[in-house]
């Protein structure tokens, strides 16, 4: 009895730690992805961050985008820019995969296998991205934004913690 508990406890601790999240777009079936990350928008005066997730697809990858809306004509549209570390940029063509609901304005973007072995390699610096919708008073912000990579808006000099999410190295694991 006394041997069962911990390794049952071990089992189900490690199955905790293995656990992957999914995405689903459309209804699809549900695609492997990373966790979803918090990236910091300092020009985006409604909330100032942007979920971002990668998954992985048959015929390369998914880069799923979303960003709380005051109203449901805002949208993310038009190209996205995915600046990486080493300098290199991985640009997406809108293919007009969109969802609005609860307050947030979602697009996904595609990527080829040969990006996605880039992304693989390389962590993600930033993406450009533009957000269009009817301006109104007291409306949606506008225009071009840029997220960044960072954990956190605000740290010391002092500190060395990483600052920024392993993005590489979570997409190699799907």
Do not use: H, W
């Not at 809108?94 to 947030?104: I, L, M, R």
């Not at 390699?121 to 533009?130: E, H, M, P, V």
């Amino acid at each position: 009895m006394n041997i069962k508990l911990p390794l049952f406890v071990l089992l189900f601790i490690s199955t905790i730690a293995t656990a992957q999240q999914t995405m689903i777009v459309n209804g699809s079936k549900p695609f492997p992805a990373t966790q979803e990350y918090t990236f910091i928008c300092e020009k985006y005066a409604y909330t100032g961050e942007t979920k971002v997730q990668i998954a992985k697809t048959e015929k390369g990858g998914i880069l799923k985008l979303s960003i709380a809306a005051a109203n449901d004509k805002a949208r993310i549209s038009g190209g996205v820019y995915v600046d990486l570390a080493n300098g290199d940029v991985i640009p997406c063509v809108d293919k007009n995969v969109k969802e609005s609901a609860d307050g947030k304005t979602t697009s996904y973007y595609y990527f080829t296998p040969a990006e996605m072995l880039k992304l693989k390699k390389t962590d993600i610096k930033s993406i450009r991205f533009i957000i269009a919708g009817g301006s109104n008073t007291f409306g949606n912000q506008t225009g071009y934004f840029t997220t960044v990579n960072k954990m956190e808006y605000f740290s010391t000099a002092y500190d060395t913690s990483k600052k920024s999410y392993d993005t590489a190295k979570e997409i190699s694991t799907l």
